[in-house]
């Protein structure tokens, strides 16, 4: 297929200098703002900065001026330039203006608007002295997590839009328990948020202390012990996380509560500083540096083909350079921020990431495209494979009582990010499916087949009345709860055709809800906010439910390689084809360079990465070049639209 063969050669030209592909993250103004007021906050109060104040000030200035040129046509500001606006976004970037203490016409006139967007969201505005519906809001938004909705007031309360006591109180001395009972202490932010409970706790003890003795005790008692924690947290490059919100809230809450001199707040800065991307006269900062491990996984698996063919040119990019380099990313050694053994794989191979049991189990599958070289050397192949089980039992020590793996942390599930999740445990139960039988450990073979058991059991479990799976780090804008069941749907799916039990009843169904969420057009996903900021994509067959390629390719791979089911083989052939259909013409209208929010990141931030689009319209048309529905029948069923030549797939579309 033209169209495989063209975004296969546009997906390895993609790779940097080793052959890594870093991809790159959509402009934040949530983190724009943050950033901000952290440097403004910095500038302020340090008497020793490790930056000069002429280039705070322009950095300040620079990122200003971006988040004015996005202020959504309401007079809000959503997460990347085409999210909808929301309060957090909005309150950030009030508070960065307030903080910058620039002022204009036009830094005027959007704060106009901007108090009209908080008025008609919520009732009232910061500058009319009346936070508690602001404070409604963000608890609407979030709920009982406080990880992202205290920050947002703090960084609120530092810029005095609203005053100390509407901030809740963080037990930041709860943080000094060892990590191995954090599961039990009940904390109110999720396990990757201990920066921020120390950070912003302390800050608000010091800001507004509690008139509970006990508690002003313990707080003022855990001051030192909770800086050195910070320090011993944060990574080489200085950004928890490699990301800039939580950095930048750490930042500000130190120089506001007079510690702008530390080195752990000097480290924060200096982060900030060189994560900014330039836009000429404008600055601005993503959530995070990169997702280079992940990327490149996910690149690896949408290239996966027979690499035990004669072809050298199919299995080329598989260098050794970037074996070793995948090898690498994985952790040997516990890690000091969340406490994990060894044997994981973070989001990137900066100093940052945390191991989690969704990269881990990326770049399990993508080390088997190696391993199922014929040429390997055989001292790549016990490099792999050691590698393979240190990774397995690293996921296999992480699954939760309720069967199901979290992303981070085993036995932290009171909070959304620490649950188990669908999406992740099907990702999981891929890779040890993937592995299982080529281990040489015996042992280690029959704990695979017994977590294998468990985590199916969790995801029967887990699935909706109407066949569907939602997923815990990928949403849609345009749904009423903002989660995003075709993606969540079709990795559940994956993972089903993989265990070769895709005719099972809980996948039947799954399939059958994909089925029927086909849109108009032929394609899947999307709604009404990308059919009015992309209207070139708008379908004349389903206006305002404009398909999406990301959600789109998903549903057209998983459909595409698992057996229709009895009865309904000409309905699932013909939406086969009209996905496939669809997913060509994108890709000619070159749609795979148009990105659009579908990471859920932290508590809900949006984001998207330039390389998805792309990844995973390269991965879907591999599938359906290499299928094996049969050819004849697909031509019966599709009245001839569909010719078969030379063994591949040919069309009057591509």
Known sequence: MQSWQALRRELLDERSDNGVWKGQLSNSALATATAVSALAEYKRNSRKPCISEQRLSDLISRGTAWCLTRQNEDGGWGDTEVSHSNIATTMLVVSAIRLSGLKSNPIEFALERSGNYCRETTGTTPAQGSPTALVAALKRRYGADKTFAVPILANCAIAGLIPWKFVPSLPCEAALVPQGLFRFVNLPVVSYAIPALVAIGQAKFLAAPPFNPFAWLARRISIQSGLRLLLQMQPESGGYLEAIPLTSFVAMSLAHSGRADL????????????????????????????????????????????????????????????????????????????????????????????????????????????????????????????????????????????????????????????????????????????????????????????????????????????????????????????????????????????????????????????????????????????????????????????????????????????????????????????????????????????????????????????????????????????????????????????????????????
């Open 263 to 654: 080195q752990v707040t000097h480290q924060c800065i200096q982060f900030i500083v060189n994560s900014i991307r330039d836009h000429g006269s404008e600055g601005t900062w993503p959530i995070d540096t990169n997702l280079a491990t992940w990327n490149t996984t996910l690149a690896i698996n949408a290239l996966a083909i027979d690499h035990t063919a004669s072809d050298p040119e199919s299995k080329s990019h598989l260098t050794d350079e970037l074996l070793q380099w995948l090898l690498s990313c994985q952790y040997k050694t516990v890690h000091p921020f969340t406490g994990a053994a060894p044997g994981g794989w973070g989001w990137s191979d900066l100093s940052g990431a945390v191991p989690d049991a969704d990269d881990t189990p990326g770049a399990l599958l993508a080390l088997r495209a190696w391993w199922n070289l014929s040429d390997l050397p055989a001292d790549k192949r016990k490099q792999i494979l050691q590698s393979a089980q240190a990774g397995i039992r690293w996921l296999l020590d992480l699954q939760n009582r309720d069967k199901g793996w979290p992303t981070f942390c085993r036995g932290w599930g009171r909070l959304p990010f620490d649950r188990s999740g669908s999406d992740i445990t099907a990702h999981v139960l891929r890779s040890m499916n993937a592995w299982q039988r080529d281990l040489n450990d015996v042992a280690l073979e029959k704990r695979i087949k017994t977590a294998t058991v468990r985590g199916f059991q969790f995801i029967e479990k887990t699935q909706k009345s109407d066949g569907s799976w939602s997923p815990l780090w990928f949403g849609n804008q345009d749904r009423a709860d903002e989660d995003n069941p075709l993606y969540g749907t079709a990795k559940v799916l994956f993972a089903w055709r993989d265990a070769n039990k895709a005719n099972s009843s809980a996948a039947q169904r799954a399939a059958h809800y994909l089925l029927a969420q086909q849109n108009g057009d032929g394609g899947w996903g999307g709604g009404p906010s990308r059919s009015s900021a992309l209207p070139h994509f708008r379908s004349s067959d389903d206006p305002l439910r404009t398909s999406s390629l990301q959600e789109t390719a998903l549903v057209c791979e998983v459909l595409a390689s698992i057996e229709a089911p009895a009865g309904r083989q000409s309905e699932w052939l013909a939406a086969c084809q009209r996905g496939k259909f669809w997913l060509i013409d994108a890709v000619k209208r070159k749609e795979q360079h148009e990105t659009w929010p579908i990471g859920f990141y932290f508590a809900k931030l949006w984001y998207y990465e330039k390389l998805y689009p792309l990844v995973f319209a390269t991965s879907a048309l591999r599938q359906l070049a290499a299928n094996e529905i049969n050819k004849s029948q697909l031509t019966n069923q599709c009245n001839g639209q569909e010719e078969v030549a030379n063994g591949n797939w040919t069309s009057n579309r591509d």
